[in-house]
Antibody, heavy 119, light 112 residues
Framework: EVQLVESGGGLVQPGGSLRLSCAAS????????MSWVRQAPGKGLEWVAN????????YYVDSVKGRFTISRDNAKNSLYLQMNSLRAEDTAVYYC????????????WGQGTLVTVSS | QSALTQPPSASGSPGQSVTISCTGT?????????VSWYQQHPGKAPKLMIY???KRPSGVPDRFSGSKSGNTASLTVSGLQAEDEADYYC????????????FGGGTKLTVL
């Protein structure tokens, strides 16, 4: 059974940093692109970042470029999102999702971790 | 403001059919057959219901179907059941430009 479990969310002040983690199991993690997708409270979904199987390609939504870094450790079956210079508008539930690159869809999602940016 | 436009709400009685629209542009919905639909119950993670416009993942009931015409995609839920009450989001590949994938604002489906 495919499982994605996020952790690392919490309350952080504007300008602060946070590192999210996603532990994957039930599939060959190193064979898949992975993504982060976020959802602000009461709002819709927003794609944040993608990373290729070997980490050689990374893509970000414009609003987080230069502030967020997606990475992965295939030996640990883990995906990460380092978030720096956090802003109030980054407040959201962050989901880890498996990206099916051939069909451009997210076929498995974690339960999400809440990041709140507030003073 | 979301990149794809969905009606904020839709409703139907048990057993009826309801269709949710998702309107984009020729740069996303109209330009690629990579439209997906996700179901999200309150407090839960999204679940993939439709991909590549009209394909259903294993385990998704055939009551759910998808289609596309021009820049508008649609999700139809037939034979509505109480458990279908949820938020539904469409998404589309947006090409090599940023953002990579765009989502709709979501539609709250109410089973009356």
């Amino acid at each position: 059974e495919v499982q994605l479990v996020e952790s690392g969310g919490g309350l952080v002040q504007p300008g602060g940093s946070l590192r999210l983690s996603c532990a994957a199991s039930g599939f060959t993690f190193s064979s898949y692109w992975m993504s982060w997708v976020r959802q602000a409270p009461g709002k819709g979904l927003e794609w944040v970042a993608n990373i290729k199987q070997d980490g050689s390609e990374k893509y970000y939504v414009d609003s987080v470029k230069g502030r967020f870094t997606i990475s992965r450790d295939n030996a640990k079956n883990s995906l990460y999102l380092q978030m720096n210079s956090l802003r109030a508008e980054d407040t959201a539930v962050y989901y880890c999702a498996r990206l099916m690159m051939a069909t451009i869809n997210f076929d498995y999602w974690g339960q999400g971790t809440l990041v709140t940016v507030s003073s | 403001q979301s990149a794809l436009t969905q009606p904020p709400s839709a409703s139907g009685s048990p057993g009826q059919s309801v269709t949710i629209s998702c309107t984009g542009t020729s740069s996303d919905v109209g330009g690629y057959n990579y439209v997906s639909w996700y179901q999200q119950h309150p407090g839960k993670a999204p679940k993939l219901m439709i991909y590549e416009v009209s394909k259903r993942p294993s385990g998704v009931p055939d009551r759910f179907s998808g289609s596309k015409s021009g820049n508008t995609a649609s999700l139809t839920v037939s034979g509505l059941q109480a458990e279908d009450e949820a938020d539904y989001y469409c998404s589309s590949y947006a090409g090599s430009n940023n953002p990579y994938v765009v989502f709709g604002g979501g539609t709250k489906l109410t089973v009356l």
